[in-house]
């Protein structure tokens, strides 16, 4: 047998913004069973990676446990890999954050544990080629990417293992590529199919890595009880010792430093196969097909660009750059929204220091325009010590961010119901069974769903979501059908610009004053069924008769056609930050007769308050309390004039590592009102939000 050297890794990472009680689960079910099986085989070297999330909270919770790690590196039997402190996807932040990041993890490393690391994780293993200069530039010598990553240039590192280096602009770093194979074989298939394969590949050449999620063993499901009450992971330890005769623990930097390269390689963008599926084949596509990813990221680029050098908001900056929740796979990343709330949370902290060191009265507001998220379009924002708006005119003049300073929380933190490929196998869905004799199924490859009637979900928005939206609709309409995405949107303001006609600061408030000049498209078109003569008539405000003809079909239903009428909309944001009070006020006027229409505002909000679970209606009301028991909000929202509210939780249907779930992404409300308005004339409506 040829001798060949084994490369065991496990990366270990929870996100910004997870639950404590989910990370010490993942502690006890992975993290420490796994040392804890280390230190009872001292001559299986392994090398760890540990995010700066995992290491903050192991310091303040766990502190035993890090040196029970320390000494582990002390006796060689570890290497520690760094990474970006807070893993972040490395080409999608700043490079002055690349290279903060990187040398935050080595700082800490080399003061908790008095050595240098070498390598760099990186994170989900995305890869863009200008990485290997920051990489170099940042004294790291090598990295992990998956095999998938050589063979996209041609290269099969199962046919020929080893290392490759990599280049850029005279930068040299060299790369490692780890076994898709082996991923899918550990921990989940028996113990022998494993070192079987490694045996075959030692046939090719003498080195087999595998660097994988420490999750994988003891958090999927189904994996504590395989991989540790079944024993899976002590067998792996014994049946490495077993064949010591031509297997060789080791680890990256003992192997650089004893092998050449086996050349040179330029890698491509790429990432794992798994996250090529479900981006679309490049990462940042996630920022193209999740709006909400897209404000969340251009927002850090806000912030890191504001932050300049001022240390508790780098460091809030970094904790915002963790990537969990930017994307979605298989994972509930940009779904969940705590983890969202986790990123807009350090964000928040982050510019309250900014401006605490840019406004150092305690009184201060602020209007001003700017193209935060990076579409050639100016936002408007409206700043004070306790409310931070971000207004969109290019987007139905609505607000899509809403912060609440004092509790660094963004209460318009919602997610648009998106249509994902895997819905389609909702219908089919069996509930899986975990925990075979022989082996077990990955994530990847096990379909479960976590609870019933999940195709009842399945409903899609066709706009994006947020505070003070414009809409003109039926009043045949009902809160099912607005909530289950069928009412028919009769105006073109929803998602449609405004113009910017001023930002007024006063004293003591600060107001953008918005119009557009729009229009309502009674067509029945769509579904003539709905409407007799009569509504018809009442809707169009003009006498019908089928005996003339007129616009009747040889049917008497309405005919294909449509009557379109202008309307235009003054609309004003106001921020008072002293009462922490923002108003929204409407100017309509219409050129034409409207009848049988409702005028509405919807606002999307990250609340849950019980009295709002489901969906339902309110009739004549002129105020409401919502009482947030997940995050300790509280706000009230008033009108001028008595209205009704429909209102509806937001539910999307998301898969997870535990199976396809239900998760809750919000409360929608729609204030309205009825539109009954003659040629020429104004009507005014008024809503105003309170943050109690």
Known sequence: MRETYFILGFHCHQPTGNFGWVIKGAFDRAYKPLIDIIKRHPSVKVVLHYSGCLLDWMEENEPDFLKDIGLLVDAKQIELMGGGYYEPILPIIPEKDRLGQIRMMDKWIKARFNVAPKGFWLAERVWEPHLTNTLHNAGIGYTVVDDSH??????????????????????????????EKLRYLIPFHPVEEAIEYIRESSKYGN??????????????????????????????????EKENSWLKPATFSEYLEEFPPQGRVYIPC????????????????????????????KRMLYISEKAGSKGEAIKSL???????????????????????HGIYEQLIKAQCEIDAEEHKSQDWIEGFKCDIDKDTNDEVI???????????????????????????????????????DYHSKIQALKQDTIGKEDKISSIHESVQVKEQGLENYLVYDNYQR???????????AKAEDFSGAKYKEVGDFLKNPYRVQSIN????????????????????????????????????????????????????????????????????????????????????????????????????????????????????????????????????????????????????????????????????????????????????????????
Not at 388 to 417: H, M, Q, V
Request: proline letters at 3%; hydrophobic letters at 35%; one cysteine or more.
């Open 150 to 179: 050589l063979k996209i240039v041609g290269i099969d590192p199962e046919k020929k293992p080893g290392y490759y280096i990599t280049e850029d602009e005279g930068k040299i770093i060299s790369v490692f590529p780890d076994s």
């Open 207 to 240: 080195l087999v890595v595998i660097m994988d999620d420490g999750e994988k063993f003891g958090v999927w499901p189904g994996t504590h009880q395989w991989v540790h009450q079944n024993g899976w992971l002590e067998k792996f330890f014994n049946a490495i």
């Open 270 to 297: 790429a990432t794992y196969n798994e996250m090529l599926k479900w981006s679309g084949g490049f990462f940042r596509n996630y920022l193209v097909k999740y709006e909400e990813s897209n404000r969340m990221h």
């Open 318 to 340: 970094y904790k915002a750059q963790c990537n969990c929740a930017y994307w979605h796979g298989i994972f509930g990343g940009l779904y969940l929204s705590h983890l969202r």
């Open 382 to 420: 409206l700043n004070s010590k306790s409310i931070w708006l971000l207004i969109k005119p290019s987007y139905g003049g609505s607000i899509i961010e809403l912060d609440n300073k004092d509790k660094c929380f963004n209460i318009a933190n919602t997610l648009a119901r998106y249509k994902e």
């Open 466 to 476: 947020g505070i003070f939206q414009d809409h003109f609709f039926y009043n045949t």
């Open 505 to 692: 600061k006063m004293k003591k408030s600060v107001t953008v004053s918005l119009t557009r000049d729009g229009l309502l498209n009674l067509d029945t078109s769509k579904d003539p069924s709905a409407f007799g003569v009569k509504d018809l008539a009442y809707i169009l405000g003009r006498e019908i008769s089928p005996l003339r003809g007129g616009p009747l079909g040889k049917s008497g239903t309405p005919p294909l056609g449509e009557q379109v009428i202008g309307v235009s909309i003054d609309k004003s944001i106001t921020l008072f930050p002293h009462t922490k009070e923002i108003r929204a006020r409407y100017l309509i006027t219409n050129k034409e007769t409207a009848r049988g229409l409702c005028f509405g505002t919807s606002l999307n909000l990250l609340l849950k308050d019980p009295a709002l679970n489901d969906m339902g209606q309110m009739l004549s009301i002129d105020s409401i309390d919502i009482k947030d028991v997940w995050y300790n909000q509280q706000i009230n929202i008033s009108v001028h004039r008595r209205c009704s509210l429909w209102y509806y939780s937001i539910q999307t249907v998301s898969g997870s590592e535990a199976g396809f779930e239900k998760t809750y992404q919000g409360i929608c409300m729609m204030f309205y009102w009825d539109f009954e308005v003659e040629k020429n004339s104004r009507s005014l409506f008024e809503i105003k939000v309170k943050i109690l």
